[in-house]
């Protein structure tokens, strides 16, 4: 069973910078596809970025492009979401999942997802 674990939430001004990790177990991590997605109070779970597991290949929202950062560390089997240049609307609880598929930007492409950490950015 896949278990994906997710840390590194909290409060930050606007501005600041956050780095999230996703600790995953239980898959052939490095075969996968690996996302983060986000839900912000009354609005629907939405794509923040994911990794292939193809040479590694980035996939970005528009939203986030040039200000977040997604890694993973093979050895450690930890997915990372490097988060700068903060925004309140980045508010949100953001969740780490796992995709059967090579690549995948869809919610629905993921299968496992983690309990979801709460990012809180203050104007």
């Known amino acids: 069973q896949v278990q994906l674990v997710e840390s590194g939430g909290g409060l930050v001004q606007a501005g600041g910078s956050l780095r999230l990790s996703c600790a995953a177990s239980g898959r052939t991590f490095s075969r996968y596809a690996m996302g983060w997605f986000r839900q912000a109070p009354g609005k629907e779970r939405q794509f923040v970025a994911a990794?292939?597991?193809?040479?590694?290949?980035?996939y970005y929202a528009d939203s986030v492009k040039g200000r977040f950062t997604v890694s993973r560390d093979k050895a450690k089997n930890t997915l990372y979401l490097q988060m700068n240049t903060l925004k309140p609307d980045d508010t949100a609880v953001y969740y780490c999942?796992?995709?059967?598929?090579?690549?995948?930007?869809?919610?629905?492409?993921?299968?496992?997802w983690g309990q979801g950490t709460q990012v809180t950015v203050s104007s």
């Open positions: 990794i292939s597991w193809i040479g590694g290949t980035t």
């Open positions: 999942a796992s995709s059967p598929l090579a690549v995948g930007v869809g919610i629905h492409e993921y299968d496992y």
